[in-house]
C-alpha cells in the first residue's frame, strides 16, 4: 500500500505535471495539432479525486489504483516536476512557502483585473483572499508565471497570513491573474 | 477585545453529515453570557435544512449546554447543497465593536466527489473506457460541476453553486448510461 507520504508527492507532481503539460501543449500546437488536452485533464481530474480521497482512503486498495494511474499519467513529465517540486527552482523561483497548517484541497482562482464586480480593481497592485493563507503559490499572469520579489521585472510578494498578494506594479485592466494555491 | 463570532464547516467520508465547529474565541466574552446560539442552514430555494429531522424550527439549538465542545455533526444531508450557513448568538451584555452572527456560503460536494472517485477507479482499473467519449465526456462534465461549485462558494454565489451542484446530481442520477 502507497503511504501517505508518497500520496502527498503524487499529488504535488501531478499538480506541477498538469501545468507542465499544458505548456507543452501549447507549444506543440504551434506547430502541429496534437491533441494532448485529454490527458492533462484526465491527470487533473485523477489527481482531484486523489486529493479528495486522501485524508480518508490512503491504504486502500482501490486508492492505490487511483494513484498508480496517476503516476502513469504524470510519468512523462517526472523528471521536471520533480524538480520544480523539490527544489524549488524552474516555475516556482526561491524555496516554496511550506504551509504552516494543513489548510484544505488546493485549487486554482481566476481573476479579470477591473472587470465588473473584480476583487482587483484596473490599476491597483493587490489581491486578497483568505484562502490563500499559509498556501503555497504558483501566480500566472496573461499566462506567463509571475517570479516572487526579488525576481527581475515583474514580481510579487505573498503575506501568507492575511493571503495578501502585493506586485511590484500595477495591473492593467483585462489582465487574467491566475492563482494556484497547494 | 470585541466578541467576533466564527466557525468552520467540514464534510468526512460521510457524505450524509456535516460538521460545524465554532472557533469563536470566548476570551473577551464568556459562553455564560450568551442567551442562545442557533444555527441557520439555508438552501438556495430559501428553505431551511431540519435538524433534528422533526425540528419544527428554522434554526438549529447549537446551544453551549447540549454542545460544550463547540461542534455539532448535522446529520441527514441527503445531496449536495450549496448552502448559506449562519450562525447567530445572542449575547445578554452586547459588547460595542463585537459581531455576533457570521454568514458563508459553503459547498457542500461530498457526494459528487465520491461519484468523481468512483470514476477515476473505473477509468483506472480499465483505461480503454476513455475511448468511449461518453464516459470521458460524462467525468469531465461531472469534474466541471464540481469545480464550478466550489468556485461558486468561494465567490460566495450561492445560486450558481447550487446550480452547479444539481447538473452534477442529474450527471450521477445518470450513471448506469455514462459511466
Redesign the interface.
Known amino acids: 500500500m502507497l503511504s501517505n507520504a508518497t500520496i502527498t508527492d503524487y499529488i504535488k507532481l501531478a499538480d506541477v505535471s498538469v501545468f507542465l503539460g499544458m505548456d507543452e501543449f501549447q507549444k506543440k500546437r504551434y506547430y502541429k495539432w496534437v491533441d494532448e488536452t485529454?490527458k492533462i485533464?484526465?491527470l487533473?481530474?485523477?489527481n482531484?479525486?486523489?486529493r479528495?480521497?486522501q485524508p480518508?482512503?490512503v491504504g486502500t486498495q482501490?486508492f492505490d489504483?487511483?494513484a498508480?494511474?496517476a503516476y502513469t499519467l504524470f510519468g512523462q513529465w517526472i523528471l521536471e516536476a520533480t524538480q520544480i517540486a523539490n527544489t524549488g527552482f524552474g516555475l516556482v523561483v526561491g524555496t516554496p512557502v511550506i504551509p504552516s497548517a494543513v489548510a484544505g484541497a488546493a485549487?486554482m482562482?481566476s481573476v479579470t483585473v477591473g472587470a465588473v464586480g473584480s476583487p482587483i480593481p484596473a490599476n491597483t497592485n493587490q489581491y486578497t483572499n483568505v484562502?490563500l493563507a499559509s498556501r503555497t503559490l504558483i501566480v500566472i499572469l496573461d499566462n506567463l508565471v509571475v517570479q516572487p520579489s526579488p525576481a527581475p521585472g515583474l514580481n510579487y510578494t505573498f503575506n501568507n497570513v492575511t493571503g495578501t498578494i502585493t506586485f511590484s506594479a500595477n495591473l492593467s485592466a483585462g489582465q487574467t491573474l491566475t492563482i494556484i494555491y497547494i | 477585545m470585541p466578541f467576533v463570532a466564527n466557525y468552520t464547516v467540514a464534510q468526512g467520508l460521510d457524505c450524509s453529515q456535516l460538521i460545524i465547529t465554532d472557533t469563536s474565541s470566548y476570551a473577551s466574552e464568556a459562553k455564560v453570557t450568551f442567551t442562545y446560539r442557533r444555527l441557520y442552514l439555508y438552501k438556495a430555494d430559501g428553505t431551511t435544512i431540519k435538524f433534528p429531522s422533526g425540528s419544527t424550527t428554522d434554526y438549529i439549538n447549537f446551544s453551549f449546554a447540549s454542545y460544550p465542545t463547540d461542534q455539532i455533526t448535522i446529520t441527514g444531508i441527503d445531496q449536495d447543497y450549496g448552502l448559506r450557513v449562519v450562525m447567530e448568538l445572542n449575547s445578554s451584555a452586547p459588547q460595542p465593536g463585537s459581531i455576533y452572527s457570521k454568514s458563508t456560503i459553503v459547498g457542500l460536494t461530498c457526494y459528487t466527489n465520491t461519484a468523481l472517485y468512483g470514476v477515476a477507479q473505473v477509468a483506472a482499473v480499465n483505461p480503454a473506457r476513455l475511448q468511449d467519449p461518453v464516459f470521458y465526456e460524462s467525468w469531465s462534465d461531472l469534474q466541471t460541476e464540481r469545480d464550478a461549485a466550489v468556485m461558486a462558494a468561494t465567490y460566495g454565489d450561492q445560486l450558481a453553486c447550487d446550480a452547479a451542484l444539481k447538473r452534477a446530481k442529474n450527471i450521477i442520477n445518470q450513471s448506469a448510461l455514462r459511466f
Request: hydrophobic residues 45%; proline residues 0%.
Open positions: 485529454e485533464r484526465i487533473y481530474m485523477v482531484e479525486s486523489m479528495w480521497g480518508y482512503l482501490g489504483l487511483i498508480n494511474y485549487g482562482i484562502t
